[in-house]
């Protein structure tokens, strides 16, 4: 079993994955992360720390739960106002329809991630509903159609060697001390999922839906297979690596994860068509965080995912956040795009809220989707040990 895990990790270090026109697609994605450009290899330090790098658990000295923390995610309506302007209406409206929406992406997200974390270990449940649509090729309107509905939990751990750089800290007056010293993490997950989805592309003038239609069969059930609705289950593995050095009052690290070795793809139960599989991503990235008791700061870059064929342009995140007691404000840059938003704490509530953009054509600052983000979570709780 091991020799074989090895022999997974060594292939995926070379193994490609091509992406089509689309956005690169994860299980989930942290909304703090998001507005910070999705750098965020190397920090992972909050509820969605194994959706990014298992081996940041190693940093983790306490317990931490996070109980209820809905997430919304929706296309940015502000920012396309002109399209919806003197809309056309009545007969004939059509084709003036079909221009306002080309190539307006359409997106809409909801989940919920409930986290517990002790010393090196994590468990997390997660359900998370997205859905895209696309509207494409004026010539010959097509609709990228892709969604997916994931049930599961992840779990994970980490080794240490070396004793430096925790996330811990004592304080003295108005100054915080971090350990000082070296220490790399070494980190292991595995998760077991249920996924729904529809990942396909359909000409507007065919016949898949149309047909469909005319038969009489238009109940929701039947027009989701005639889309090529599918189900299944899988088993996921994901593997990390962190590197961390500390000194005063300052924090340097480098992170590495494979996640989804070899591909997950799932055994189909139910449907039509393919489960979408999730795809290996190979991901890296450093960070550099202050941290004065009374403010601190973090800068981060990220390459990923390294292992794709897109455009190499499109792999770059830079990320920056400024924290205040209960205020953190966060700016990124992910893929070409400005992503910008801000964190409020005042117990027992956590809300982060902003905006991001995300790449949806095949190569560098084509097609952005415009999208807002709101994550609230109540009720959670850490302590050192």
């Given amino acids: 079993m091991i020799k074989k895990m090895l022999g997974l990790i060594f292939i995926s270090l070379f193994y490609n994955i091509k992406v089509d026109a689309q956005e690169v697609a994860y299980i989930a994605r942290s909304p703090r992360a998001l507005l910070m450009g999705d750098a ?4 992972a330090d909050d509820e969605f720390s194994l959706f990014y790098n298992p081996a940041v658990l190693g940093r983790n000295n306490g317990v931490s739960f996070t109980l209820l923390d809905p997430s919304f995610g929706l296309t940015d ?15 004939g409206a059509a084709p003036q329809i079909a221009n306002r929406i080309m190539d307006l992406p359409i997106y809409l997200q909801a989940g919920i991630f409930p ?3 002790m010393a090196h270990f994590a468990f997390t449940l997660f359900a998370n509903n997205k859905s895209s649509f696309v509207l494409r090729n004026a010539t010959n309107p097509e609709l990228d159609v892709n969604y997916r509905y994931d049930r599961g939990f992840v779990m994970g751990f980490a ?20 350990s000082a010293g070296n220490r790399l993490a070494l980190g292991f997950a595995v998760k077991h999922m249920n996924r729904q989805g529809i990942q396909d592309q359909f000409d507007l003038f065919g016949t898949t839906i149309l047909n469909k239609i005319n038969s ?5 059930n039947s027009l989701k297979d005639a889309l090529g609705y599918s189900k299944g289950d899988a088993w996921g593995y994901d593997v990390g690596a962190e590197y961390t050095a500390s000194s005063g009052f300052s924090t340097l690290t480098a992170g590495l994860s494979i996640l989804d070795i070899g591909s997950t793809r799932f055994n189909k139960t139910e449907g039509t068509g393919e489960v979408p599989k999730q795809d290996m991503l190979i991901n890296s990235g450093v960070a550099y965080k202050q941290d004065f008791g009374i403010f601190d700061y973090t800068l981060s870059a990220d390459i990923h995912p390294m292992n794709t064929s897109i455009d190499f342009s499109r792999k770059f995140h830079l990320g920056t956040e400024l924290s205040i007691p209960m205020l953190t404000v966060h700016a ?3 893929e070409g795009y400005l992503s910008y938003g ?17 790449e949806m054509g095949s190569h560098y600052r084509e097609q ?17 040990l």
């Fill in 40 to 43: 965020y290899t190397a920090i």
């Fill in 115 to 117: 986290t517990l974390k």
């Fill in 77 to 91: 309506a502000l920012s396309e106002l002109d399209r919806f302007k003197n809309f056309p209406s009545g007969a």
């Fill in 342 to 358: 801000a964190t409020v704490k005042l117990w027992p509530i956590k809300i982060t809220t902003g905006f991001y953009g995300v």
């Fill in 332 to 334: 990124g840059w992910s």
């Fill in 216 to 220: 009489g069969n238009t109940d929701i």
């Fill in 368 to 384: 952005e989707a415009k999208r807002f983000i709101l994550y609230v979570s109540l009720f959670d709780f850490s302590i050192d």
């Fill in 159 to 178: 080794h240490n060697i070396g004793s430096g750089a925790f996330t811990s800290k004592s304080v003295k007056g108005s100054k915080a001390q971090t």
